[in-house]
């Protein structure tokens, strides 16, 4: 099944989000009302509530009283983090439950307002963020819930503000619009990423990702390294993997094709093999078919084997290599990115020999640029670069 996290700021329009993808199919799991559950009358989490905070939190029924609460904790940070203490670890325990008996092709919607705040993001195959400007948010709060103005811009500063939760979403739908609006762009994600990264991880199959045309540097592609690195690290736990964003990618200014060149090291590459493949395949970055080496530099150096995977996500394609650490190609790898980043002459050079060879064959889309001479001088021009400044993978 696929799990996709799902996040916003409180009055953002994160449960008209939920909504559309319930109708849509998907399976929603709602942490809000598991938070609940979990405190009800006669449970052990309330009981731990009261004696955390004392009866002043309950109502004449005997009841959480939410608001007499949630004035305690939205005012007081310690308090706020003593009652997540007390809920989070029953949220995540009946989550689980739930996620588990949901079907086996299913698209598991975890509803989670604080998603981001206890860092719950790698957990997911995809996290999707709601946002809208904080204007907005303050006027559906006031507005549509009769929340008091001050209490309502609390409520927003406790959470974490849109920067970061940008920094975590592989999504990102704005609601500053029309319902229709909202509903349109959550029906093209799961019509055309949801769905499809589904029936891949089901398949364990790599994404056909879609054609672009020309390449270009994009200055979000570290960011995006980083979610993937985090969704691999927690995949592998508790195993502490050296994970390493190479290729083109990874240096700063260049062009290239939109694929994410990630690194994982292995002691020994036999370990590549049986539990390592499984859990980066539930992960979503299935085994390519197949023997797979790096060309050697210099040419002739012998064979550099590697296992290839990719990404079960059609909207983000990666190529996961993983090596054998202080291997040779391991180390090149390395070598390469960070001799192309510290030297702005040859990332010029190596930028201009990418155009040329995408203008020589469009259609090639740069894949065959590693088989070019040049890259075999480029190496030795590197290792001179290494030599001369003590530099160490």
């Known amino acids: ?68 609460l949630g004035a305690v904790v939205f005012a007081d940070e310690a308090a706020r983090r003593r009652l997540e203490a007390i809920t989070h670890p029953r949220v995540r325990a009946r989550t689980a439950e739930l996620t588990a008996a949901a079907p086996p092709d299913a698209v598991v919607v975890n509803d989670v307002p604080l998603l981001v705040e206890v860092g719950l993001a790698p957990t997911y195959h995809l996290v999707v963020v709601v946002q809208a400007a904080v204007s907005t948010r303050l006027d559906r709060l006031v507005r549509t819930r009769g929340m008091d103005r001050a209490d309502a811009e609390r409520r927003i500063a406790a959470q974490a503000d849109d920067d970061r939760r940008r920094a975590a979403a592989d999504v990102v739908l704005t609601n500053d619009a029309s319902l229709t609006a909202l509903h349109t762009a959550v029906d093209a994600l799961w019509e055309r990423r949801l769905l499809p990264y589904e029936r891949n991880l089901r398949s364990r199959r790599v994404a056909s990702p879609a054609r672009v045309d020309g390449a270009v540097a994009d200055p979000t592609w570290p ?33 290239a094709e939109d694929v994410i060149d990630v690194q994982v090291a292995l002691p020994d590459l036999a370990d590549a093999d049986g539990a390592l493949t499984d859990r980066l395949a539930n992960a979503g970055f299935p085994r390519v078919p197949g023997q797979w080496r790096d060309d050697p530099r210099p040419a002739g150096g012998g064979r550099w084997e590697k296992r290839l995977h990719g990404s079960a996500d059609p909207g983000r394609p990666v190529r996961l290599h993983v090596r054998q650490v202080d291997s040779p190609g391991w180390r090149h790898a390395l070598l390469m990115r960070d001799h192309l980043r510290a030297d702005p002459d040859r990332r010029s050079a190596y930028l201009l020999l990418k155009r040329e060879l995408v203008d020589a064959a469009p259609d090639a889309s740069g894949s065959g640029t590693a088989r070019d001479p040049w890259f075999d001088e480029e190496y030795l021009r590197a290792e001179e670069w290494a030599a001369q400044t003590g530099w160490r993978p």
Do not use: N, W
């Open 1 to 68: 099944m696929l799990r996709v996290g799902l996040t916003g700021g409180i009055g953002s329009g994160k449960s008209a989000v939920a909504a559309r993808l319930v109708e849509r199919g998907a399976v929603l799991i709602d942490a809000d009302q598991i938070a609940r559950e979990v405190v009800a009358p006669g449970s052990a989490g309330l009981a731990e509530i009261v004696a955390a905070f004392s009866d002043r939190v309950l109502d004449a029924d005997g009841a959480l009283d939410r608001a007499a």
């Open 223 to 255: 960011e995006q390294y980083a979610r993937l690195a985090a969704r691999i690290r927690h995949a592998l736990a508790p195993a502490e993997l050296r994970i390493d964003h190479v290729g083109p990618t990874a240096v700063p200014g260049v062009a």
